[in-house]
């Protein structure tokens, strides 16, 4: 996992509560449990704080997008006022879901929470703000919301032609999911009998 941009790391992430409040709300648990970046990386999360004023320049980011291969970008904006149907959008965006390709998304403008399960099942809450730029992997369980503010502009990043198949949860037997619980999970390998 990398943090950069002049050694800035702003991005949060902490176990949510399992309450029914609004979706927007933070859900900490009572007391708060923060999660390390490093717990973040093992779940297979990648993160970067970027220059989100001035992107197109950014040395940093045009790194990462030659090494990890993402030809295609576009933006997307989350508020009332720019996304159609938005109440219904933002239901289907936090449903929980997994994707056959990552997921990377770089935010250029206000804020938003992403939600990832980790390897019991827990779930955690990532607060996504400007400049921070995260990867999912594939077949990670997740999903994403607004915070109270009711807006994020995000730049959306892909490896070839977009694909925008969300699989929502029970997915246990497709594909990515797979190699998602081999890649990320320590289950030692069965020891042969002598």
């Known amino acids: ?12 992430a902490w176990y949510m509560n399992d309450t029914n409040e609004d979706q927007r709300l933070p859900h900490h648990c009572n007391p708060e449990e923060y999660v390390s970046l490093e717990k973040l990386s093992e ?5 970067w704080h970027l220059n989100a004023d001035d ?25 009332p006022d720019k996304l159609p149907n938005y ?9 929980e879901h997994i994707h056959s390709d990552e997921e990377i998304r770089f935010c250029l403008e206000g804020s938003g929470y992403f939600d990832v399960r980790d390897l019991n099942d827990r779930w955690i809450r990532i607060w996504v703000k400007k400049g921070d730029m ?4 594939a077949g990670i369980y997740h999903r994403f ?9 995000a730049l959306r990043l ?10 929502n949860r029970p997915q246990d037997d497709h594909p990515a ?17 002598q």
């Open 134 to 137: 995260i990867v999912l992997p």
């Open 43 to 47: 779940l297979g999360v990648l993160y």
């Open 1 to 12: 996992m990398v943090a950069s941009g002049e050694g800035v790391t702003t991005i949060q």
């Open 55 to 79: 992107y197109e320049n950014d040395e940093e980011f045009n790194k990462i997008r030659e090494s990890r291969g993402y030809t295609y970008s576009d933006l997307i904006t989350c508020c």
């Open 145 to 153: 919301t607004l915070d109270s503010d009711n807006y994020i502009m």
């Open 87 to 95: 109440e219904a959008k933002i239901q289907s965006f936090f449903e």
């Open 177 to 193: 999911r797979l190699d998602y619980i081999k890649a990320f999970t320590k289950e030692a390998e069965p020891v042969e009998a």
């Open 158 to 167: 892909f490896v070839g032609e977009p694909v925008w198949t969300p699989h």
